[in-house]
Antibody
Framework: EVQLVESGGGLVQPGRSLGLSCAASGFTFDNYALHWVRQRPGKGLEWVSGISWNSNNIDYADSVKGRFTISRDNAKNSLFLQMNGLRAEDTALYYC????????????????WGQGTLVTVSS | DIQMTQSPSSLSASVGDRVTITCQASQDITNYLNWYQQKPGKAPKLLIYDASNLETGVPSRFSGSGSGTDFIFTISSLQPEDIATYYCQQYDNLPWTFGQGTKVEIK
């Protein structure tokens, strides 16, 4: 059974940093691209960032480019999101998601989602 | 960025009704479109990929169609457990973008 478990969320002041983690199991981790998708309270879904199976291809939404860094550790079946310079508008539930297509599949179809970790940016 | 416009934003229908949601892309996305269901307090769930392919384990009352810029998501016979918000998502071009969602309620 595929499982994605996010951690690291919490309350943080504007301008500060926070790191999120996602522990994966139940699939061949290094065969798939992974993504972060967020959902602001009461709002819709927003893709944040994605990383290919071998970390060679990394993409960001314009809203987080230059502030957030995605990475993965295939030896530990883990995905990360380092968030710097946090703003109030980054307040959201952050989901770790798996791409449906395996290695080489660049187009994003999110077939498994974690339960999310809540990030609140407030003074 | 490709804008995805869903309609309606919300709808109320009776159990057994046929429900239709439309999604329009701001440019041609071929068939690179997914549909997700999000129940209250839960993570989204993939229902339809490549515009019309049913994800494994998803009931056959859910279906999708369309190509280019215009897409349709259908629930052939609405069930109480289908109460949720439904989102379309394009994966033709980065950044991957979602529609604003359609909230489905029981009348």
């Amino acid at each position: 059974e595929v499982q994605l478990v996010e951690s690291g969320g919490g309350l943080v002041q504007p301008g500060r940093s926070l790191g999120l983690s996602c522990a994966a199991s139940g699939f061949t981790f290094d065969n798939y691209a992974l993504h972060w998708v967020r959902q602001r309270p009461g709002k819709g879904l927003e893709w944040v960032s994605g990383i290919s199976w071998n970390s060679n291809n990394i993409d960001y939404a314009d809203s987080v480019k230059g502030r957030f860094t995605i990475s993965r550790d295939n030896a530990k079946n883990s995905l990360f999101l380092q968030m710097n310079g946090l703003r109030a508008e980054d307040t959201a539930l952050y989901y770790c998601t798996k791409n449906k297509r395996g290695a080489g599949g660049a187009r994003a179809t999110f077939d498994y989602w974690g339960q999310g970790t809540l990030v609140t940016v407030s003074s | 960025d490709i804008q995805m416009t869903q309609s309606p934003s919300s709808l109320s229908a009776s159990v057994g009704d046929r429900v239709t949601i439309t999604c329009q892309a701001s440019q041609d996305i071929t068939n690179y479109l997914n549909w997700y269901q999000q129940k209250p307090g839960k993570a989204p769930k993939l229902l339809i990929y490549d515009a019309s392919n049913l994800e494994t384990g998803v009931p056959s009352r859910f279906s999708g169609s369309g190509s280019g810029t215009d897409f349709i998501f259908t629930i052939s016979s609405l069930q109480p457990e289908d109460i949720a918000t439904y989102y379309c998502q394009q994966y033709d071009n980065l950044p991957w973008t979602f529609g604003q969602g359609t909230k489905v309620e029981i009348k």
